[in-house]
């Protein structure tokens, strides 16, 4: 029997879990872009120039407030987010790690990793947390660098993830790696996926969207469907192989697919508050209105139900229980957070007849 595929501690629910927070209203948990769009590399496929990704930074007080606010909404995770390097300002960052620490919150910090020494990797272990690092490729610095947008990133990205190996972050899943998929480090994923595997790091990878920065990428550094397709379908051999864990390969998180918009949100660093943060279709505004009056408003409900809501291909495929592909193209593209995945490679319709359960039942079994 193979093993099942691990997040992220801080990533993950189970379905019991997001069921109930889908049925009771709530949020499990609540993405903060802490540092605005303040970065120091320029990677390619960044979204942090969409006018959704703030230039201001919330103050601490509003930062304490939000967080305190999520809490009586379920909320049991935060996740300062990129779009912006949450690293840059350490003494903000230990001011909301504490903030978690006391309301009794676990956290997650998504970094380029270039600023982790070892004194922070050693510091940072002692809050309720949990890391995930850029990586753009191993040995090829070229090409992690072009993916930067700078010279010497991949030696600083590389020493930062030396220093969370050296201070055992990936003892109880508290370290992942995130790798973004372009045609560039295509050949060099399957290495890297091993290293992963091979070192306790959670693996995070995913294509890149259509938004912000990834705007003006060369189009040929985009992975057909097809071409994507092949690329999950190879990271899933090697797990079944030579690891024993086994899942979909399915859009559009390798191993991990994406379910965030049942239980999550995303607040931009002036207060705005997004479906999550690659998809800048507004929900509420935290200057004007309480979490509890967005989470509980009847659009934010439709995120949460977002699989009845798909439409094309998305709407007819028997998968549609289980998964959503990616909204952020859906959206960028056609302006409707609900329509086709266009990205999908995975899409199986459903019978005309209308024997839908039976294709799905299929379906679930195949999985198995
Ligand atoms: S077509 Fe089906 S498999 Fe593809 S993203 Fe949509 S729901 Fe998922
Ligand atoms: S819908 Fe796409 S952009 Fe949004 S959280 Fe899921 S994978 Fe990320």
């Given amino acids: 029997m193979s093993r099942g595929v691990e997040n992220v501690r801080g ?37 942090s120039d969409h006018p959704g990704s703030s230039r201001r930074n919330m103050t601490m007080d509003e930062v304490r407030t939000i967080i305190r606010q999520s809490t009586a909404l379920g909320v049991r995770s935060i996740v300062l987010t990129g779009g912006g390097e949450p690293l840059l300002d350490v003494s903000r960052v230990r001011e909301v790690l504490s903030v978690c620490e006391s309301l009794g919150l676990w956290a997650v910090i998504f970094t380029n990793g270039t600023v982790v020494d070892a004194a922070l990797a050693e ?27 700078q010279t010497g990133a991949h030696d600083h990205m590389m ?33 890297m996926w091993r290293w992963m595997r091979q070192h306790g790091i959670i693996p995070y990878f995913e294509s890149p969207k259509r938004v912000g920065r990834a705007r003006s990428m060369e189009e040929e550094e985009f992975l057909t469907p097809s ?55 507004p929900l509420g505004d935290l200057g004007r209105q309480t979490l509890k009056e967005i989470v509980e408003s009847p659009v934010c ?12 291909r998305c709407g007819d495929c028997v998968w549609n229980s289980c998964c959503y592909g990616c909204r952020a193209d859906a959206y960028a593209l056609t302006g409707d957070p609900f329509a086709e995945d ?16 039976v294709n799905r039942a299929d379906s679930e079994d195949e999985h198995e």
Wanted: aromatic content about 10%; hydrophobic content about 40%.
């Fill in 159 to 191: 020493a930062g993830i030396g220093s969370l190996l050296s201070h055992s972050w990936t003892e109880d899943k508290r370290l992942g790696c995130e790798a973004i998929i372009v045609r560039r480090n295509a050949e060099q994923l399957p290495a």
């Fill in 11 to 47: 990533l993950f629910f189970d379905h019991r879990d997001i069921e109930m927070a889908v049925s009771l209203n709530q949020i499990l948990r609540l993405t903060i872009q802490i540092e605005g769009s303040r970065c120091n590399l320029s990677c390619r496929y960044c979204w």
């Fill in 301 to 312: 409900r439709t995120v949460r139900e977002v699989n009845s809501h798909l439409k094309g």
């Fill in 342 to 357: 266009a990205g999908c490679w995975f899409w199986k319709p459903m019978r005309a007849s209308g024997a839908d359960a």
């Fill in 227 to 281: 071409e994507m397709g092949d690329v999950f379908s190879l990271l899933q051999e090697i797990d079944r192989r030579e690891f024993n864990i086994d899942w979909l390969p399915k859009p559009p998180i390798a191993a991990l697919g994406c379910d965030k918009w049942h239980y999550a949100l995303y607040v931009s660093g002036s207060g705005d508050v997004y479906p999550c943060s690659g998809v800048f279709w």
């Fill in 123 to 149: 510091e940072l272990k002692t809050f309720p947390v949990s890391i995930v690092a850029k990586l753009h490729a191993l040995d090829d610095a070229e090409t992690a660098d072009w993916l930067a947008g």
